[in-house]
């Protein structure tokens, strides 16, 4: 304590040991700060993780064009369609099959590595009416061995094709299997 007359005040100044001034409350913003970085932090994870399963898929499934063995030219009635959907080049059998309902399939390849199905009812001497007896699918995915090949139509049908079978899920659910032949 000051003594009188020695400081600015005229009467004694103690100091306030009740701390008379007003705390603000902390706990309402520290709750909102932890739930901010919380989200910040699972958005980035998130972010993140994305990223990284783009540069490493998930194994057995092809992600990006890779040239697969090809055999011969694909049909003419395939050349034409390639060629309107931009493929490069010419295109190659990578796949022909014959159903046991008689419809054939052929994956074809252009010279960019991109796949293609072209598929006729009735087989290859059977008349060719695109979107009526034949199928022409651009865009295909198939396994890291290039034996199993996906393609979806625009009506959300998803057609799979290998050396076994062909399986059609229709946009309704329904899953339609043929058995391949030998020819």
């Not at 540069?55 to 390639?82: D, F, W, Y």
């Not at 001497?125 to 695109?130: I, Q």
């Amino acid at each position: 304590m000051d003594p009188p007359g020695t400081g600015c005040h005229p009467v004694p100044v103690t100091p306030l040991d009740d701390h008379s001034q007003r705390r603000r409350p902390l706990f309402i913003p520290v709750v909102i700060a932890t739930a901010v970085l919380t989200v910040g932090g699972l958005v980035t994870g998130y972010v993140l993780s994305r990223g990284r399963e783009a540069k490493n898929p998930e194994p057995g499934i092809s992600q990006g064009p890779s040239l697969l063995a090809v055999g011969p030219l694909c049909r003419p009635e395939t050349q034409a369609m390639g060629e309107k959907a931009g493929a490069v080049g010419e295109l190659r059998q990578v796949l022909r099959v014959r159903t046991e309902s008689r419809t054939v399939v052929w994956i074809c390849q252009d010279e960019a590595a991109h796949l293609y199905y072209h598929a006729n009812k009735g087989g290859g001497e059977a008349k060719w009416v695109e979107n009526k007896t034949a199928l022409f699918l651009d865009n295909v995915s198939h396994d890291d061995a290039g034996r199993e090949f996906w393609a979806a139509a625009e009506d959300g049908a998803i057609f799979a094709v290998n050396a076994d079978k062909l399986i059609i899920t229709h946009e309704d659910g329904r899953v339609e299997e043929q058995d391949v032949v030998p020819e």
